[in-house]
């Protein structure tokens, strides 16, 4: 995946995960922290600018995406593998992201074409980023409380959460292959 839609994909799930952080790996070796902690070397907001201005074409933009190798999510973002990203919140729920190209509209259609393997205790939000061109999705569970554990234990509260994440990125990234091959 070129850098310039890593940049794209990270920038949006950024905007939608507050704690989430890039690490960003130039050319020359150097390692730059974005994120909206105050130890980041660039803001949140920063790394969005530059992701805009490069999928505009803006100049300047080529030159400096151009002199990075890689964009990878950190923070409260663990990778999950193909594009998934895990993330437990402080109130007792799981969550699942995923970043997309797809325009809003593909992304809601496949949500719902979807729908049934979410099962019940599982929410399905889109974050669309207009200007991005990028859409952040997030797979939630109920809070699991002592009362939900008793009805399904947290493994498979977790599995089925994983399940429905795994099949709707993949579900993305067929799509996105579908899109930029017509």
Not at 5 to 10: D, E, P, S
Not at 81 to 99: N, Q, S
Not at 125 to 146: I, K, Q, Y
Not at 154 to 171: E, I, K, P, W
């Amino acid at each position: 995946m070129p850098v310039e839609t890593k940049l794209r994909l990270a920038s949006v799930l950024m905007g939608a995960v507050p704690d989430a952080r890039a690490l960003i790996r130039r050319r020359d070796g150097a390692a730059i922290l974005a994120g909206r902690h105050p130890a980041c070397d660039v803001s949140a907001s920063q790394l969005r600018l530059l992701a805009f201005a490069a999928a505009r074409r803006c100049s300047g933009a080529a030159a400096a995406v151009g002199e990075l190798r890689d964009v990878e999510l950190a923070g409260a973002l663990a990778p999950e593998g193909a594009g998934l990203y895990r993330r437990h919140t402080g109130d007792g729920r799981e969550e699942r992201w995923l970043a997309t190209t797809l325009p809003p509209v593909a992304v809601t259609h496949l949500v719902e074409e979807h729908a049934e393997r979410y099962g019940p205790g599982i929410t399905v939000d889109v974050v669309a980023d207009h200007d991005l061109g990028a859409s952040a999705l997030c797979l939630t569970t109920e809070t699991l409380t002592t009362e939900t554990l008793a009805t399904e234990p947290l493994a498979g509260a977790v599995l089925r959460l994983d399940h429905a994440a795994f099949a709707l990125v993949a579900s993305c990234l067929i799509a996105e292959l579908h899109d930029t091959g017509s």
